[in-house]
């Protein structure tokens, strides 16, 4: 389970970092699948949501939880639907997301390194 977690963790940087960022030397392509309510969904903005809600259902019980507020969050403000001026929303809720992912995973890795569950 913390193999499939750190690659889907991996995932949603690469595809939020190549979808937000654009570089020089690296072209992606940028398609608008579709709009709704005027706002353009885009091909990186539909894989993210992919890769966010297949992490959900690996993730444990706390952090499932948050990150599905998260994950709606996240969709409300994509949408146009959750706006705060001059704030992108929708950016630091990925970025809080993957923060979340990061922290399920230590704590699953100090968990099974801890000195208690090896005595037993």
Partial sequence: MNHMLAFLLLTLIVLWFLGYVHLGGIVV???ILF???????TLWSV??????????GILATPF??????????????????LVISGLA??????????????????STI???????????
């Fill in 110 to 120: 100090f968990e099974t390194h801890s000195p208690r569950t090896q005595l037993r």
């Fill in 29 to 31: 392509p940028d398609m």
């Fill in 64 to 81: 499932r939880e948050i990150a599905g507020i998260l994950l709606v969050l996240w969709v409300l403000s994509v949408l146009g639907i």
């Fill in 47 to 56: 894989l993210i949501l992919i890769v966010v809600a297949w992490a959900i």
């Fill in 35 to 41: 709009s709704i309510n005027g706002q353009p969904i």
């Fill in 89 to 106: 929303l929708s950016n630091l809720l990925v970025i809080a997301i993957i923060v979340g992912m990061v922290f399920s995973l230590a």
